[in-house]
């Protein structure tokens, strides 16, 4: 029932006057837009109508814009209409600023045509994320349909601004060369990735957080190492990477184990605190009832805290996901074989050979992404029965 009424109460807040509003301003723009020029081509002006493809792309999103302002559909023929819009509405500009016109010859007609577009976007993930999916495939897939379609927005707008504007590649490259340049240096950047995250960050981030987590597990046991052992854990949480980076360096050389060294006293911390927290969060009553029958401290652990404590645990390694990786880069600023993530950025950036470097990074920003993706998968298979997984949170 609460599910219905939440359904209702969001069908009717996308067909409120907030959103019928921006809908006929989207049209408006459309319109406006249509009868600016786009650019220039050889200095001469270019209009819509010199150019059919982006007419064809203007009048699909045009079509949408009143449609969704007038007619006011709901549920899943809105979320479809609106996307399809966006991704017909999407290639006309493309093709036309990264082919015909001239670089930097963009015109205010595409800019408000841009605008009119991003209201669409905005609607159709506005829709999407709005719908309830009966069965929980489609409710995953949902939840990865709609991060991935804002990037690609983010991606489109990154690239027609740079192209439109003719952002020296000195500055900021568009996605277009980021991605020439990484296809043709996929031998370097998996030598760089093999470097650094499969030999630096898996290995520190497991003996971290191994580490960590013994640690909690005896100062749980032995309650007077508490005194001793957290002030220098944290103090070594808050020394900071460049301090500690080319001290490990001197002791274990120039190669990944320095770097996990350096990761592991990064990720020592988080899990620590987070594990010490979760093994105190259980329920007190359970613990004395399960003590009243007899229960030892080892079934107590095994059958009641240490499953209370998961989610702090993976909470713990899903921020160590993230810390790992960029203590690792960071360290190797500090001294690395002629490979790694770290290495290759540093060396890049004295180049000027900007796109590789933003290759280096979206190989990373990748890799991390899936890594903390995954530690969260295993995290729902293993915490199912946590109320935060619960519909309604309840």
């Known amino acids: 029932m609460s599910d219905r009424l939440a359904a209702r109460s969001a069908s009717r807040l996308a067909g409120g006057p907030g959103s019928r509003l921006g809908d006929g301003a989207a049209a408006v723009a459309l319109l406006v837009a249509f009868a600016l020029p786009v650019g220039r081509l050889d200095g001469a002006a270019v209009g819509w109508l010199e150019r059919p493809l982006l007419l064809a792309s203007g009048l699909v999103a045009l ?34 600023v990264g082919g015909t016109l001239e670089t ?26 709005e719908q309830r999916p009966a069965s929980r495939l489609l409710a995953r897939a949902q939840g990865l349909v709609v991060p991935l379609l804002f990037g690609l927005w983010l991606l489109y707008l990154w690239q027609l601004l740079t192209i439109g504007f003719a952002v ?33 960050v898996l290995a520190g981030f497991a003996l971290g957080s191994a580490s960590g987590f013994a640690v909690a597990l005896l100062i749980d046991r032995v309650p007077f190492l508490q005194r001793g052992l957290l002030p220098l854990g944290s103090l070594a949480g808050a020394i900071p990477i460049v301090g500690i980076a080319p001290i490990m360096v001197m002791w274990f050389g120039f190669d ?70 960029i203590g690792a880069i960071v360290a190797e600023f500090f001294g690395t074989p002629i490979v790694g993530m770290g290495f290759r950025i540093s060396t890049e950036v004295g180049r000027l050979n900007v796109e590789m470097v933003w290759a280096t990074i979206a190989v990373a920003a990748v890799s991390g992404s899936l890594f903390y993706g995954a530690l969260a998968l295993v995290e729902r298979m293993l915490t199912f029965w946590h109320p935060s997984y619960r519909k309604g949170g309840t």
């Open 104 to 129: 930097g010859s963009v015109s205010p007609g595409l800019w408000v045509y841009l605008a009119g577009l991003g209201w669409l976007a905005w609607r159709a993930l506005e829709l999407l994320s």
């Open 256 to 325: 990944w184990p320095s770097k996990a060294a350096v990761i592991v006293v990064m990720t020592f911390f988080p899990m620590l605190i987070n594990t010490m927290a979760g093994l105190a969060a259980s329920d007190r009553i359970v613990g004395d009832l399960m003590r009243s029958y007899g229960a030892s401290y080892r079934q107590t652990l095994v059958k009641l805290r240490l499953p209370a404590a998961l989610p702090f645990v993976f909470n713990a390694l899903k921020i160590n996901s993230t810390l790992a990786l």
């Open 63 to 96: 079509a949408a814009a009143l449609v969704l302002g007038l007619r006011r559909p709901h549920g899943g023929p809105a979320a479809l209409l609106a996307a399809l819009a966006v991704i017909l509405g999407a290639l006309g500009p493309l093709t036309a």
């Open 168 to 200: 020296p590649k000195v500055l900021l490259p568009a996605p277009s060369d980021i991605w020439s340049v990484a296809a043709a240096s996929t031998g370097t950047l998996w030598a760089d990735f093999r470097q650094t995250f499969l030999k630096a």
